[in-house]
């Protein structure tokens, strides 16, 4: 059974910083991608940062000097370094996790993490 517990949101002031984790247990297949998405009130789920298997990071152009992906491969566990938070960061991010291929399905196995809020504001 797989699980993706995330963890490190919370409310925080402005310039300040928060380290999100996303944990992936019972996953039994390489990892290819994990990343992080995030949702604020009324707009859709935008791409943060992600990490490929083999270290290439994207961020979004808000984020980028600010926030940091990383991951631990041994331990399917990626992270998210969040500094000089702003309020339009506020919102509830997700952990986003593509593994192997799923013969079966004809698509790489998917997972997200259930969500963890992230509220900037003085």
């Known amino acids: 059974q797989v699980q993706l517990v995330e963890s490190g949101g919370g409310l925080v002031q402005p310039g300040g910083s928060l380290r999100l984790s996303c944990a992936a247990s019972?996953?039994?297949?390489?990892?290819?991608?994990m990343g992080w998405y995030r949702r604020a009130p009324g707009k859709q789920r935008d791409l943060v940062a992600s990490?490929?298997?083999?270290?290439?990071?994207n961020y979004a152009d808000s984020v980028k000097g600010r926030f940091t992906i990383s991951r631990d491969n041994a331990k399917n566990t990626v992270y998210l370094q969040m500094n000089s938070l702003k309020p339009e960061d506020t919102a509830v991010y997700y952990c986003?996790?593509?593994?192997?291929?799923?013969?079966?399905?004809?698509?790489?196995?998917?997972?997200w993490g259930q969500g963890t809020q992230v509220t900037v504001s003085s």
């Open positions: 986003h996790i593509l593994g192997g291929w799923d013969p079966a399905r004809r698509r790489p196995y998917e997972y």
């Open positions: 019972g996953i039994a297949f390489s990892i290819s991608v």
């Open positions: 990490m490929t298997r083999g270290g290439t990071t």
